[in-house]
C-alpha cells in the first residue's frame, strides 16, 4: 500500500538496520560554525583597554602601598587579600590586617600556648598555670567566605595571618 509521496516516504521512517538515523544526502550542505562567525568584525566583549582599567582599580585598593603577594583560596581561587607581608621565618605565611571574602569564626578559639619552662609542683599548687592560660595568644579561626575552607587565623591585635593560602605575584 503506498500513500502520499510513494516509496521516498517510507524508507525514511523504517530505521537502518544499525538503528543510527541516517546521515544526510549531501555532507556538503553542512555548515561548521567556524563558517559562521565573521572575524573580520571584533567580538563586542573584547575590551583593549582592559588591562589598564584591571590596574588602576588595584592601584586604588591598594592606596598606593606595595604588597608581598596577592592571597587566594586554596580550594576556590577566590581572592582573599591584595595587600599583605610576608613571614620573615615561614616563608608561606602572610600577615594583612584588610582582607576580602573572608569571615572570622566567633564560635571557635585557637589557643597558642605561651613559652614556659617545665611545671613544678609549687607552680601547680600556687595557681601560677592557670596564669598562664590567660597568657596564651588567642587566635580565631579565618575562613573562605565563598567556600568555608579555613585560611589561616585572626588575633586580639585584629591582624589576619594567612597559612593556607595560595600566593600570586602582585
Not at 544526502?25 to 575590551?47: A, G, M, Q, R, V
Not at 619552662?117 to 607552680?123: E, P, T
Not at 588575633?155 to 602582585?170: C, L, R
Request: aromatic letters at 8%.
Amino acid at each position: 500500500m503506498q500513500g502520499v509521496g510513494g516509496e521516498h516516504a517510507a524508507s525514511q521512517q523504517r530505521p537502518t538496520e544499525s538503528g543510527v538515523e541516517p546521515r544526510p544526502e549531501n555532507p556538503w550542505e553542512l555548515i561548521s560554525s567556524d563558517d559562521e562567525i565573521d572575524y573580520s568584525i571584533k567580538p563586542e566583549f573584547y575590551d583593549p583597554l582592559l588591562d589598564e582599567k584591571d590596574e588602576q582599580w588595584m592601584n586604588k585598593q591598594r592606596k598606593g602601598r606595595t604588597s608581598d603577594a596577592v592571597l587566594s583560596c586554596p580550594a576556590c581561587f577566590t581572592t582573599l587579600c591584595f595587600d599583605c607581608q610576608r613571614h620573615e621565618k615561614y616563608v608561606t605565611q602572610y600577615r594583612a590586617m584588610f582582607v576580602v571574602n573572608c569571615s572570622v569564626r566567633t564560635d571557635q578559639i585557637l589557643r597558642e600556648p605561651s613559652k614556659r619552662k617545665r611545671k613544678s609542683k609549687k607552680l601547680i599548687d600556687s595557681g601560677k598555670i592557670q596564669q598562664d592560660l590567660h597568657n596564651d595568644v588567642i587566635f580565631r579561626p579565618v575562613c573562605c567566605s565563598v567556600c568555608s575552607t579555613e585560611v589561616g587565623a585572626f588575633d586580639k591585635d585584629e591582624v589576619y595571618h594567612f597559612i593556607n593560602v595560595i600566593p600570586s605575584n602582585s
